[in-house]
């Protein structure tokens, strides 16, 4: 960044942050300046003790606001490029007022989660709060809505609603295509959905895990084969082997370090001995699903940075300073930068840098080396300041979103039965197994008895009864099958956040427990449940089963009671709940359970329970 006076001359001066140290992530350096913002717009940045550079920072009107920033850094706010903020449990806005807390100013949202319960009437709740929320809440239109045919989900969104939504300017581009054998294959209407949000100028988000070769080419180029990067970013790698292939094939890679699955270590650790300076033009952090009380407790993008300063400091040799400024740099530069195409569609400032021209979103430190956030700026605008937000939570009425249950009847203990082959006295199952940390499943085969001609769960060997309900239309779809990995002894657990269609889920030892807490979940009209020899505790989502209306503390605390009466129960992985919502996305390799059946999901299809 070229610091100097450009732009200030003759502009309104709002907003003048005085004495700080500005960290310019393009050079990747620190430089005493005073930043200028006129509007929602970076007017001049003004290094101090430049001959012939002048201050017209110290020319302030009685209505500008001042900032003193002395001994502390500014810097540009953080970039969160793809995140689904109903996995966080928590409404937009409750998100929004945590999130700007810990320097987040922009996030890309794709929210299919609710979409797949409540189709466009959801996204227009995406859209409303956006309005409302303290920082930039960019809405991708959702690809995927079925995710697939292998699921029944609460609504569709259809190529007319996508045609309707990208029309929006609050709408960046086409949320992650998930259905990459319909791009690859070229079969339905994935791949005019592409064509859609790429004619109108805006972005399109990939989502191809261990895709590779000639079909990672024609995915990347929504099967044209043109050298045309149409679908530009990916956060589904887990090996670097993978997302080195995916950057040198032209897309930028998402290192996601969410909640469920961590990726950050590994693969930074392999694109600093593997990549090359160019390959890290590329390069940019996500969170994609994160825990509220990780959220709460260590922060959202800033834990990021904090963690691959640490990589950087260890793997690279870099001090700590520049580790964090190299990492400030892909949370925060990176993801604007490949946003671009989305922000000259709409003629808008992109934001990223602290630079003229750019839009206002900074951020005040009190600490670089820790990165703590004193003072958060958006559009110009101070939205966080020493501890305190200028405004509170606005009031929204969720009442249209909270009859999310229709199940049809109560369940009974027949409902979770798995009938045996007829005279066998024990089979091998297809199992899923839970990966700590990881949305990918693994796929495992197992010797069950045969008692009374049905299976049944077996805690010895930590198998247990893993059953799925289709929850929006009452048409008694279900499956059943199990589960190893969670180290549940007794009792059972259910939650109505099962992605992406988000259908009833429950796991257990016994076919009457089970019942007995489905039965409650569904009373309750959606969220989460444990059931312990204390009885059934219950966690209320009342906003379409998978968000809650309560503030973020009380509801960080609600939900650890209930992990701790999961644990009581003998289960040994750190995030029960979170474990369990990924169990039935049948997009994420290896093994999954829909209300449909078993899913092979390497190979795209159903297979049967019982192996041999």
């Known amino acids: 960044m070229a610091l100097c006076l450009t732009g200030a001359v003759g502009r309104r001066m709002d907003l003048v942050i005085q004495n700080g140290l500005v960290v310019d992530v393009d050079a990747e350096r620190v430089v005493p300046a005073d930043v200028v913002v006129s509007g929602d ?69 794709d929210p299919h989660e609710i979409a797949n319960v409540c189709g466009r009437k959801g996204v227009q709740l995406f859209l409303d709060q956006a309005d409302l929320a303290p920082i930039d809440i960019l809405v991708a239109a959702p690809s995927c809505v079925p995710a697939t045919n292998m699921e029944d989900a609460g609504a569709a969104i259809t190529l007319e609603d996508i045609r309707e939504l990208i029309a929006d300017r609050r709408v960046c581009g086409l949320g992650e295509m998930m259905n990459f054998p319909g791009i690859v294959h070229g079969f339905g209407d994935a791949r005019a959905k592409v064509d859609l949000a790429w004619d109108a100028g805006k972005n399109v988000d990939g989502h191809c895990p261990m895709v590779s070769g000639a079909d990672l080419r024609t995915y990347i180029t929504n099967g044209r084969n043109d050298g045309v990067i149409r679908i530009s970013s990916d956060h589904e790698s887990t090996r670097g082997e993978e997302a080195l292939e995916k950057i040198r094939d032209g897309m930028t890679v998402a290192v996601r370090e969410g909640s469920a699955s961590r990726d950050l270590e590994r693969l930074l650790t392999y694109l600093l001995q593997n990549g090359t300076p160019a390959d890290f033009e590329h390069v940019m952090f996500c969170s994609d699903d994160i825990d509220p009380a990780e959220l709460l407790e260590d922060g959202h993008l800033d834990r990021i940075i904090r963690r691959a300063a640490r990589i950087l400091v260890e793997t690279a040799g870099l001090s700590r300073e520049q580790a964090v400024i190299r990492a400030l740099r892909l949370a925060s530069r990176n993801a604007a930068r490949h946003y671009g195409r989305y922000y000259a569609s709409v003629n808008a400032p992109a934001p990223g840098v602290v630079a003229p021209g750019k839009r206002a979103n900074l951020l005040v430190l009190d600490s670089l080396l820790e990165f703590r956030v004193r003072t958060t700026i958006v559009g110009g605008r101070v ?22 249950m229709n199940i049809g009847r109560a369940l009974t203990p027949a409902d979770f039965a798995i009938p045996a082959p007829q005279g066998r006295t024990e089979v091998d199952v297809r199992c899923i197994r839970a990966i700590e940390f990881s949305v990918l499943t693994g796929a495992e085969t197992l010797r069950v008895q045969v008692r009374d001609g049905q299976l049944h769960a077996d805690p010895a060997q930590d198998l247990a009864k893993l059953a799925v309900f289709e929850r929006h239309h009452a048409t008694g779809k279900r499956a059943a099958g199990f589960v190893r990995g969670l180290g549940l002894r007794r009792g059972a657990l259910a939650c109505t956040v099962a992605h992406d269609s988000h259908n009833l889920i429950v796991v257990g030892v016994d076919d009457s427990e089970m019942a007995d807490l489905a039965n409650a979940v569904i009373r309750m009209g959606g969220g ?29 605390t609600a939900l650890e009671r209930l992990d701790q009466a999961v644990h009581k129960l003998g289960c040994s992985h750190p995030s029960p709940f979170m474990a369990l919502s990924f169990l039935a996305l049948p997009v994420i390799p290896e093994l999954k359970m829909t209300n449909r059946g078993l899913v092979d999901v390497n190979r795209f299809q159903f297979v049967d329970l019982v192996a041999g």
Not at 66 to 80: E, H, K, N, R, S
Not at 383 to 404: C, G, I, K, Q, W
Not at 528 to 550: C, K, N, T, W
């Open 528 to 556: 989460m449940a444990v059931l312990s020899s204390h009885g059934i505790e219950l966690l209320p989502l009342p906003i379409a089963g998978l968000m809650s209306d309560r503030p973020i503390a009380e509801f960080v």
């Open 383 to 404: 939205v966080f300041d020493h501890n305190e937000l200028p405004d509170t939570v606005p009031a929204f009425d969720y009442t249209p979103f909270t009859r999310s």
């Open 41 to 109: 717009t970076v007017a001049a940045v003004v290094e101090r003790g430049v001959a012939g550079a002048g201050s017209d920072a110290g020319r302030v009107g009685p209505q500008t606001q001042v900032i003193d920033a002395t001994g502390c850094y500014v810097c540009p706010g953080l970039f969160d490029p793809h995140l689904h903020i109903e996995s966080t449990m928590l409404s937009p806005l409750e998100f929004a007022w945590t999130a700007v807390r810990h320097g987040t100013t922009t996030v890309v949202v």
